[in-house]
Every structure is written in structure tokens, then in C-alpha cells.
Antibody, heavy 129, light 109 residues
């Protein structure tokens, strides 16, 4: 049974960066993708991006392109999400979640896919001056 | 970018049936996944790939998807079903991106 355990809550200043980690236990880390999803106060879920650990290629939501970096470390079974140029609107609970991935036969690229299961417990990031 | 539209709220009395819709352009051609999120908890998948039910999810939860609308049907609603429900698909516009609906608050009367 795979479990995802995230790092603790963070308080950051506007303009700074935050890095949230997600450690996987159980299962085969390289067989799945890790995604990052956030929930802002009073708002819905928002997919930020995902990465397939074995290939290290990430897909990002257009909204976060240039501001978010998702990485994995197979040796430690840890996935990380770094968000830069933080603003108050980035105050949210950030979740990691596992999904599958597939090889695009026409492009030769790997893409995250499938449903999100399981999820990490969530990490609250507060951006405030 | 691809948009999924959900009603903000749905209500049902205990024992009745609740239906939550998820509209999108030709969403029937995509695989739709549904998540339940209760306050203070991480989301949980309740239906995957339109109508698949993960182990541990009651048979009362069922999904369907056709044309421009996917539907999550919860039969014999219980107080414990009160939660926010989100549909989700993948949109490939040259790159694969996850898309969530805006979420629906299910209130059990």
C-alpha cells in the first residue's frame, strides 16, 4: 500500500519561494507519476503539474509555467515542488498525488495520466508580509 | 484550454439519489474521474475512468459519461456523503494537462 507523506506547513513572504516535499513509502516509486494539486481558500482543486520519476520529464499547467519546478529523487523516493515569486494568492493547501503515465507513440514523450490515488495529507503554505 | 462545468451545489435527503453533472465539450471522448473531498481531509477518488469503482468505495457511487456530460450518481444518500465532489480529465493540447471541474457541494438535508 503506497503512502505519500508531505513536509510541514510553511509561512513565506511575498516574492520568495517555497519547496514542498512528498515522500513515498511502499510500492514501486518509479512505476508511477507524481502530481501536485492545490486548493486555495474557498476555491476548487487546481492541477499544477506532474512528473514521471523514472524519466524525469514534467508536464506543467500553463498557469504555473516558469514559476513551478517539479522534481523527483528515486534514491530517496521523494518528489518535490518548488513555487517561486510567491504572492498572497498562492496561499493554499498543496497536495501531492500519484497517477500513472504513458508513452506517446507519435511524440516519443511521456505524459502523466490516469486518476489521482493516493494523495498526500496536504501542506498549508501561507504567503503573507 | 479545456473547461469542465459543475453545478455549485446539489442537495438530497437521506435515502434519496443525488446526481452531480460535469459538462465539457465532447467529454464523452475522455476518461472522467471523480473525487470526494471532506473538510480537512485530502481528496479521495470515488469513481475512475467514467464508471470504475475503487476498492472500498460503496456500490452506491456510480459514474456515467456520454456526449457533453458526465454524471456521478450517489444512491441511497447518507449523511456521511456530504462533501465537495470534483470531476477531472486530462486535456492534451500538445502537452498533457490535468483539468478539474469547479466542484459541487453535496448537502444532505
Amino acid at each position: 500500500q503506497v503512502q505519500l507523506v508531505q513536509s510541514g506547513a510553511e509561512v513565506k513572504k511575498p516574492g520568495s519561494s517555497v519547496k514542498v516535499s512528498c515522500k513515498a513509502s511502499g510500492g514501486t516509486f518509479s512505476n508511477y507519476a507524481i502530481n501536485w494539486v492545490r486548493q486555495t481558500p474557498g476555491q476548487g482543486l487546481e492541477w499544477m503539474g506532474g512528473i514521471s520519476p523514472v524519466f524525469g520529464t514534467a508536464n506543467y499547467a500553463q498557469k504555473f509555467q516558469g514559476r513551478v519546478t517539479i522534481t523527483t529523487d528515486e534514491s530517496t523516493r521523494v518528489a518535490s515542488m518548488e513555487l517561486s515569486s510567491l504572492r498572497a494568492a498562492d496561499t493554499a493547501v498543496y497536495y501531492c498525488a500519484r497517477s500513472s503515465f504513458y508513452l506517446g507513440l507519435e511524440t516519443g514523450r511521456y505524459y502523466v495520466s490516469g486518476w489521482f490515488d493516493p494523495w498526500g495529507q496536504g501542506t498549508l503554505v501561507t504567503v503573507s508580509s | 484550454s479545456y473547461v469542465l462545468t459543475q453545478p455549485p451545489s446539489v442537495s438530497a435527503a437521506p435515502g434519496q439519489t443525488a446526481r452531480i453533472t460535469c459538462g465539457g465539450n465532447n467529454v464523452g471522448s475522455k476518461n472522467v474521474h471523480w473525487y470526494q473531498r471532506k473538510p480537512g481531509q485530502a481528496p479521495v477518488v470515488v469513481v475512475h475512468q467514467d464508471s470504475g469503482r475503487p476498492s472500498g468505495i460503496p456500490e452506491r457511487f456510480a459514474g456515467s459519461n456520454s456526449g457533453n456530460t458526465a454524471t456521478l450518481t450517489i444512491s441511497r444518500v447518507e449523511a456521511g456523503d456530504e462533501a465537495d465532489y470534483y470531476c477531472q480529465v486530462w486535456d492534451n493540447d500538445g502537452d498533457q494537462r490535468g483539468v478539474f471541474g469547479g466542484g459541487t457541494k453535496l448537502t444532505v438535508l
